[in-house]
């Protein structure tokens, strides 16, 4: 057999096996966060409910805990009964050195959303409070 | 003059095909487009992977060429100018595939993207024109350099070396420009709230900009030794008289010399790249390394196992035609166990899930203890001794190492004892602190690992110093499996280039620009890893076939010579 085809031969398995093993390996699609509808008729509890689901979709579990666990970020169980919402607020819109603000991307959060998540930290170890309204983005929108 | 025009045809033919792509974006009244059967991003993806790994090739190998060029000239070795040569036989047919895949590119971009490439033509137009008379420039060097090389023999080598050196200036620039646009998209600064830019030079000298280019160099450089070495087995296992053999083996082996003394050092580089990343944005660098991303490593791990035990093995053959080297085989048991435990240990996922939202609460222990960035960088320089090693026992066989010089024997063992108790120390201590501090420890490690292993190589260059072969190395003695080791090598390193230009672009999630500019298409969002791997294949085959072609016919030219 020629060289040529031999080579040819070499890399097709060698690709395919990459192929293979990438296909073998757990699959599923990354999709864009969708926006959620939350209007001011809803209840603290409600925006806490939908809150518990954003904190999840933002990917803030990957290192915040909220079951005592400990995990990179600071345990997050009872912050509702040792933070009150305007300091959650700050520091979920200025980010910390390692935290990229809520409402800057991969969470590209709107403040409906930041005020729903607000609620569903009140409500660990606490009683949710916050409405839609309450909350507005404490920093002005600056030269990035 | 005439000759000149005739070569430039592909660039200019290429830089045509772009500006089209310019006015179709420039009028298209639309966001996206579609493109049949295989769609818009897959397009765009398989062309712009394609266009960048010739690019690399191209960038790479006038690099390495002039370095031979020069250690021919200074130590009046013919051998080593005709090596440099038969590397830079390569490069014209290249570039002209290089610009018109970059024509095409430039057009399906513009056409099936065009909110996003006007957003880049209103802000970047600067950049596009000295793009444009850049890679002019740069062709016109690559003509000369060229075609004078048997003119600028003897006393006029030094013009000819001046030419490389120029060539290799311009292209270096060339790929800085593009990496302005590349960085810009991942780490955007000197944008105003609407995300118009307001200052050229901070969109320009972005948090990544510096790191990309270092760490694309670098692979560019390793990229292009892996593939002249994959030529160079293609001719090896064609050549018909052990002249040929022997000049075929000894490329090969350089290449494969300069493709893993460069990729040692991509680890490094890739730290700061991804030290940049975490400074730019924390949560980009938990997607990318432990989030939706965090599979990527998985398989860039195995395609690196894969290239590093090719070259090893490669290179403990080759120890067969060194004659005295049989005393040293007793060690490739060891090494190659040391290779595949630490890959292993690499090739450890931080979690087993496709999203970020999946792994809160915490992952599987083994997960959590191997996948985070501590072990793995650990595993890294670990392997990377292994590697090294192999290399020192390729230089050291065959050789009478003189009686009063064996004392640095001990103080080689010494240093790589030194370098496995460190980074276990390291790795100890990494456990116990805050992932800040962990970041930090890897540069820390970064700094002992460098002058570790250049005192590795002092010492071993000490003990060497005056010491006798028993015999000459006889290249062309190397069987066929070893030469098929080599083309393993250079598909993995252009499947591993692929997965990780993805890996990069993927890291923007559903961002044209991130932060800045959204993706609102209906390709927002990142395909399942396994067919994002059909895509790399399908790229890694497209390159395949067309430098196969560029092997076919500079090998008809180089007959015709």
């Given at each position: 057999?020629?060289?040529?085809?031999?080579?040819i031969?070499?890399?097709?398995?060698?690709?395919?096996?990459?192929?293979?093993?990438?296909?073998?390996?757990?699959?599923?699609?990354?999709?864009?966060?969708?926006?959620?509808?939350l209007?001011?008729?809803?209840?603290?509890?409600?925006?806490?409910?939908?809150?518990?689901?954003i904190?999840?979709?933002a990917?803030?579990?990957?290192?915040?805990?909220?079951?005592?666990?400990?995990l990179r970020?600071?345990?997050?169980?009872?912050?509702?009964?040792?933070?009150?919402?305007?300091?959650?607020a700050?520091?979920?819109?200025?980010?910390?050195?390692?935290?990229?603000?809520?409402?800057?991307?991969?969470?590209?959060?709107?403040?409906?959303?930041?005020?729903?998540?607000?609620?569903?930290?009140q409500?660990?170890?606490?009683?949710?409070?916050?409405?839609?309204?309450?909350?507005?983005?404490?920093?002005?929108?600056?030269?990035? | 003059?005439?000759?000149?025009?005739?070569?430039?045809?592909?660039?200019?033919?290429?830089?045509?095909?772009?500006?089209?792509?310019?006015?179709?974006?420039?009028?298209a009244?639309?966001?996206?487009?579609?493109?049949?059967?295989?769609?818009?991003?897959?397009?765009?993806?398989i062309?712009?992977?394609?266009?960048?790994?010739?690019a690399?090739f191209?960038?790479?190998?006038?690099?390495?060429?002039l370095?031979?060029?020069?250690?021919g000239?200074?130590?009046?070795?013919?051998?080593l100018?005709?090596?440099?040569?038969?590397?830079?036989?390569?490069?014209?047919?290249?570039?002209?595939?290089?610009?018109?895949?970059?024509?095409?590119?430039?057009?399906?971009?513009?056409?099936?993207?065009?909110?996003?490439?006007?957003?880049?033509?209103?802000?970047?137009?600067?950049?596009?024109?000295w793009?444009?008379?850049?890679?002019?420039a740069?062709?016109?060097?690559?003509?000369?350099?060229?075609?004078?090389?048997?003119?600028?023999?003897?006393?006029?080598?030094?013009?000819?070396?001046?030419?490389?050196?120029?060539?290799?200036?311009?292209?270096?620039?060339?790929?800085?420009?593009?990496?302005?646009?590349?960085?810009?998209?991942?780490s955007?600064?000197?944008?105003?709230?609407a995300?118009?830019?307001?200052?050229?030079?901070?969109?320009?000298?972005?948090?990544?900009?510096?790191?990309?280019?270092?760490?694309?160099?670098?692979?560019?450089?390793?990229?292009?030794?892996?593939?002249?070495?994959?030529?160079?087995?293609?001719?090896?296992?064609?050549?018909?008289?052990?002249?040929?053999?022997?000049?075929?083996?000894?490329?090969?082996?350089?290449?494969?010399?300069?493709?893993?003394?460069?990729?040692?050092?991509?680890?490094?580089?890739g730290?700061?790249?991804?030290?940049?990343?975490?400074?730019?944005?924390?949560?980009?660098?938990?997607?990318?390394?432990?989030?939706?991303?965090?599979?990527?490593?998985?398989l860039?791990?195995?395609v690196?196992?894969?290239?590093?035990?090719?070259?090893?093995?490669?290179?403990?053959?080759?120890?067969?035609?060194?004659?005295?080297?049989?005393?040293?085989?007793?060690?490739?048991?060891?090494?190659?166990?040391?290779?595949?435990i630490?890959?292993?240990?690499?090739?450890?996922?931080?979690?087993?899930?496709?999203?970020?939202?999946?792994?809160?609460?915490?992952?599987?222990?083994?997960?959590?203890?191997?996948?985070?960035?501590?072990p793995?960088?650990?595993?890294?320089?670990?392997a990377?001794?292994?590697?090294?090693?192999?290399?020192l026992?390729?230089?050291?066989?065959?050789?009478?190492?003189?009686?009063?010089?064996?004392?640095?024997?001990?103080?080689?063992?010494?240093?790589?004892?030194?370098?496995?108790?460190?980074?276990?120390?390291?790795l100890?201590?990494?456990y116990?602190?805050?992932?800040?501090?962990?970041?930090?420890?890897?540069?820390?490690?970064?700094?002992?690992?460098?002058?570790a292993?250049?005192?590795?190589?002092?010492?071993?260059?000490?003990?060497?110093?005056?010491a006798q072969?028993?015999?000459?190395?006889?290249?062309?003695?190397?069987?066929?499996?070893?030469?098929?080791?080599?083309?393993?090598?250079?598909v993995?390193?252009?499947?591993?280039?692929?997965?990780?230009?993805y890996?990069r672009?993927?890291?923007?999630?559903?961002?044209?620009?991130?932060?800045?500019?959204?993706?609102?298409?209906?390709?927002?969002?990142?395909?399942?890893?396994g067919?994002?791997?059909?895509?790399?294949?399908?790229?890694?085959?497209?390159f395949?076939?067309?430098?196969?072609?560029?092997?076919?016919?500079t090998?008809?030219?180089?007959?015709?010579?």
């Amino acid at each position: 057999m020629r060289a040529g085809i031999r080579l040819i031969i070499v890399a097709l398995i060698v690709t395919g096996f990459y192929a293979w093993f990438g296909n073998s390996i757990p699959q599923s699609a990354w999709e864009a966060p969708k926006k959620k509808v939350l209007t001011p008729d809803m209840t603290p509890r409600q925006l806490a409910e939908e809150g518990k689901e954003i904190f999840r979709k933002a990917g803030c579990g990957v290192c915040h805990s909220v079951t005592g666990e400990k995990l990179r970020g600071p345990d997050l169980s009872r912050i509702g009964a040792e933070m009150d919402a305007e300091t959650m607020a700050a520091i979920l819109y200025s980010g910390t050195q390692v935290m990229p603000p809520a409402n800057k991307p991969p969470a590209n959060l709107n403040d409906e959303e930041i005020t729903a998540v607000i609620a569903y930290l009140q409500s660990l170890g606490g009683r949710p409070k916050v409405r839609i309204g309450d909350i507005k983005n404490p920093f002005e929108e600056v030269k990035r | 003059m005439k000759g000149l025009i005739k070569k430039q045809l592909s660039l200019f033919t290429g830089i045509i095909i772009a500006i089209i792509g310019l006015y179709i974006g420039a009028r298209a009244g639309f966001d996206y487009g579609e493109f049949p059967l295989i769609g818009s991003r897959n397009a765009v993806w398989i062309l712009a992977q394609t266009m960048l790994l010739f690019a690399a090739f191209i960038l790479a190998v006038p690099v390495f060429v002039l370095i031979i060029e020069i250690a021919g000239h200074i130590r009046k070795d013919e051998r080593l100018d005709r090596l440099a040569r038969d590397f830079a036989r390569l490069l014209p047919l290249s570039y002209s595939i290089t610009a018109i895949l970059g024509g095409l590119f430039t057009l399906a971009s513009y056409a099936l993207f065009p909110k996003f490439m006007n957003y880049m033509t209103q802000n970047f137009k600067t950049t596009y024109i000295w793009f444009a008379i850049l890679i002019i420039a740069e062709t016109t060097a690559l003509y000369f350099y060229w075609t004078t090389w048997d003119k600028l023999q003897g006393a006029r080598k030094t013009q000819h070396i001046a030419l490389g050196v120029l060539l290799n200036i311009l292209g270096t620039i060339v790929m800085m420009v593009g990496n302005v646009w590349g960085s810009f998209h991942l780490s955007p600064q000197g944008v105003d709230a609407a995300g118009k830019v307001i200052s050229l030079k901070d969109a320009i000298f972005n948090l990544t900009f510096i790191p990309i280019n270092i760490h694309r160099f670098i692979a560019n450089v390793t990229f292009g030794g892996f593939i002249c070495a994959a030529y160079a087995a293609y001719k090896f296992l064609q050549a018909e008289t052990p002249e040929e053999r022997a000049h075929y083996d000894w490329m090969g082996y350089t290449g494969t010399f300069i493709g893993v003394v460069t990729m040692i050092l991509l680890p490094f580089a890739g730290y700061y790249f991804g030290m940049e990343i975490y400074r730019f944005n924390a949560q980009m660098g938990i997607t990318f390394m432990g989030g939706a991303l965090s599979k990527i490593w998985l398989l860039q791990a195995i395609v690196i196992a894969v290239i590093w035990l090719s070259v090893c093995y490669y290179l403990w053959i080759g120890l067969r035609r060194i004659p005295g080297a049989e005393k040293y085989k007793r060690f490739v048991p060891y090494l190659s166990w040391g290779l595949v435990i630490t890959f292993a240990v690499w090739a450890v996922p931080r979690a087993w899930v496709a999203s970020l939202e999946d792994i809160a609460g915490g992952t599987h222990w083994i997960y959590g203890t191997l996948g985070i960035m501590a072990p793995k960088i650990a595993a890294v320089n670990i392997a990377i001794l292994g590697v090294i090693l192999t290399f020192l026992l390729n230089r050291r066989a065959g050789r009478i190492i003189p009686e009063g010089r064996k004392g640095f024997i001990y103080l080689e063992w010494l240093v790589i004892l030194l370098i496995i108790a460190v980074n276990l120390i390291v790795l100890y201590y990494s456990y116990k602190v805050p992932s800040s501090t962990r970041i930090k420890l890897s540069i820390y490690t970064f700094l002992f690992m460098v002058p570790a292993v250049g005192f590795l190589y002092l010492f071993d260059g000490l003990l060497l110093k005056g010491a006798q072969r028993i015999g000459e190395i006889r290249w062309g003695e190397m069987p066929p499996r070893s030469q098929y080791a080599l083309i393993i090598a250079a598909v993995s390193n252009v499947w591993a280039m692929a997965l990780l230009g993805y890996g990069r672009a993927a890291a923007r999630l559903n961002w044209h620009i991130y932060g800045v500019l959204e993706d609102t298409s209906r390709y927002a969002g990142l395909p399942p890893m396994g067919q994002a791997t059909l895509v790399i294949s399908g790229v890694t085959i497209l390159f395949l076939v067309l430098i196969g072609l560029v092997f076919k016919f500079t090998g008809v030219e180089g007959g015709k010579r």
